[in-house]
């Protein structure tokens, strides 16, 4: 046998690692239509809770597909199963005490919905990122919504995919009303509040 | 357009979170045949270096698998996918400037090769928890050793599928001569050393 002392192995829990970092290891889950801000705001967001020495990992839907679901595509099973990884990645930071900032479309309320359970809902928080389909459509920050029209693309979330509005949001952002700027600081106020291990 | 200060976004690299933990994100990466001790070296060494102000993820191969590799099995093919996206969600947390501990049998040099390349050589070291296999057989932690002489489980490393070792591990612990503790602190020295960020 592997000998040795046998007193229980007591492994550091969530709670343990939140007070090593002093901070609450949540996540925020920006969700919202192609080109409606969420990328951009999710950076700004991860270096300013950075300088305010909140440890944050960002999530973005286009680097778990490119890294770690380079098997998915964009059906709404493959969409889940995508959004299924991507929340049992996010709670295993959470569990070790880091802020997850999570930036996928997440187009139906289902899919939102699993994202919810597999983090645990105590653990998250939905941040509905808000802005007309005509306006994301003239963003178009990477021309895809011009592909799509032609065809080009399938399955694209606003043209030939469904998107539900979040009913429930914990936390709205309007990016048509307000600027980046505006919209970071809504957000960041938030996340301090939320990830404040004394409140 | 989502109108705003045009000042270049700068995400927090890695370098820059590793200095708010003051330590370095690598992976240790145990490698060994069931039954060799990986997971119990894993859990207690976690404990031992949080109790040191060191934050660390464990990453078992069995957690991996009924949680984000569920729809993996044991044959190589299925084995090297559920490494790579192991290996993936590993550099994840280093970049974040953790420390990993990985669990996984990864029976074959070409596996961990590609663990080593996906974490990248410099935030990775190969540790091999040896230990023979008539001795892992004798343990037999999870009776599986039994079922598999039974044919009751397939493609069962060092019984049904293979196990070659390491030829050029960083570290090597021997559990048949070493008892946990002594095992513990040999990797636990190693770790401190190599996440020290002065060093």
Request: hydrophobic letters at 35%; aromatic letters at 8%.
């Amino acid at each position: 046998m592997f000998h040795g002392n046998t007193k229980k192995i007591v492994v550091p829990n969530k709670r343990e690692k939140e007070i090593l970092l002093n901070q609450k290891g949540v996540s925020f889950w920006l969700t919202g239509l192609p080109g409606s801000g969420k990328t951009t705001i999710a950076k700004i967001l991860e270096e300013e809770l950075f300088n305010n020495n909140i440890l944050a990992k960002l999530i973005d839907g286009d680097i778990i597909r490119s890294e770690i679901n380079t098997d998915l595509g964009y059906s709404i099973s493959d969409r889940t199963e995508n959004i299924r990884r991507a929340a049992t990645i996010s709670k295993m930071f959470n569990d070790c005490g880091i802020v997850v900032i999570n930036c996928f479309i997440s187009p139906t309320q289902n899919i939102r919905s699993l994202a919810k359970e597999i983090i645990g809902s105590e653990n998250f928080y939905e941040i509905f990122i808000n802005c007309s389909l005509e306006t994301c459509e003239q963003r178009d920050p990477k021309g895809m919504y011009k592909k799509a029209r032609k065809g080009e693309v399938k399955n694209f979330t606003g043209i030939s995919s469904i998107y539900e509005k979040p009913q429930k949001a914990d936390l709205i952002i309007d990016t048509e009303q307000l600027s980046i700027e505006e919209s970071v600081k809504k957000v960041f106020d938030f996340v301090v509040l939320k990830t404040n291990l004394k409140a």
